[in-house]
């Protein structure tokens, strides 16, 4: 029964951090085009990508952890800068010694040029005798919000039950797709 609930939450978590995600660009562009009697045509030098990629990391926060998702990635490229967001949603498993911890997260992740990058997930743990509701925020470097190195600080809400799990988190991600640092 505990595990029909655990991956009823993986599903909902699913559809929440997706639906949050939609393209935007339905609006009427005629609105956007004219402010007042100005007509606006954009940045002629700018590009924006969105997909959808596979995401996977790794990482230590006192033992170490693996990720795989699915994230949403928006990348925009202009004769002025770059920045780039990622909504995702992940499942985390910790190996540790007594009984290996499983978590399920969604998170929103940004990245402007030179380098930073900033993120907060929320993750729900278990290791199906006890579990943890945790709230990560992060800061870091990364490249296009391809390759991301991240601190986090894990906060726990339920006293941390997992003294393996601690509160600091170092982890490399990365959001594979076919242009992969391919704007270097």
Known sequence: MKRKGFFL???????ISFISGQDK???NSKSLDTIGNIEYRGNPYSSTYK?????????????????????RHTCTYSDVGFFSNNYYVAIEWSPIKAKDVYGVKIGYEINM?????LGVEAKYQTNFDMNDFVITPKVGLGIFGDLNVFYGYNISTNGNPFPDIGKHQFSIVLNLHKNFLGYL
């Open 9 to 15: 939450i993986v599903i909902t978590l699913f559809f």
């Open 25 to 27: 660009s339905r609006i």
């Open 51 to 71: 997909r959808f990629s596979p995401r996977v990391g790794a990482g230590i926060q006192n033992s170490f952890y693996s990720e795989i998702g699915l994230s």
């Open 113 to 117: 040029i030179p380098l930073l990058s």
